[in-house]
């Protein structure tokens, strides 16, 4: 089941449940991409400061999301979060496979409108390559 939109706008601690994504509307796969066999269990926190005047005048709402803990599955291959933030995963490798599974179905294509290049960072002014990755002087 996809996760209730209110859960991901709502202020607090909120639950998020994901799963049986081959069963939802093509319109949230075409989002999501083909993750048949993936699940989800999630706490998050949201903060969702709300704005004081908005009469006549264009509104944007800003909604932080903490991801509390999680723990997500490919059949047998686990990852967790708890809340003590030290991964966990079962067996050997989990923690790759689950990563590459959801990579390889992401909706984005290599070479697509959609799909950007990394960036990479500005050199300082004047300075070539390897002298921008230089210690400084002490």
Do not use: W
């Amino acid at each position: 089941m996809s996760p209730e939109p209110r859960a991901l706008t709502t202020a607090g601690r909120q639950d998020l449940e994901i799963a049986n994504l081959q069963n939802e509307s093509q319109t949230l796969r075409n989002l999501l991409g083909d993750l048949e066999g993936y699940s989800l269990s999630a706490k998050v926190t949201n903060l969702v400061p709300e704005p004081i005047d908005t009469q006549h005048r264009s509104v944007y709402h800003c909604i932080l999301s903490r991801t509390d803990s999680f723990t997500c599955s490919v059949g047998a291959d686990q990852i967790s979060l708890p809340s003590q933030r030290n991964f966990l995963s079962a067996p050997d490798g989990a923690i790759d496979r689950v990563a590459a599974f959801v990579a390889s179905r992401l909706h984005l294509k290599a070479g697509s409108s959609e799909a950007k290049e990394p960036v990479e960072p500005d050199a300082p002014e004047g300075a070539d390559a390897e002298a921008a990755h230089l210690d400084p002087p002490s």
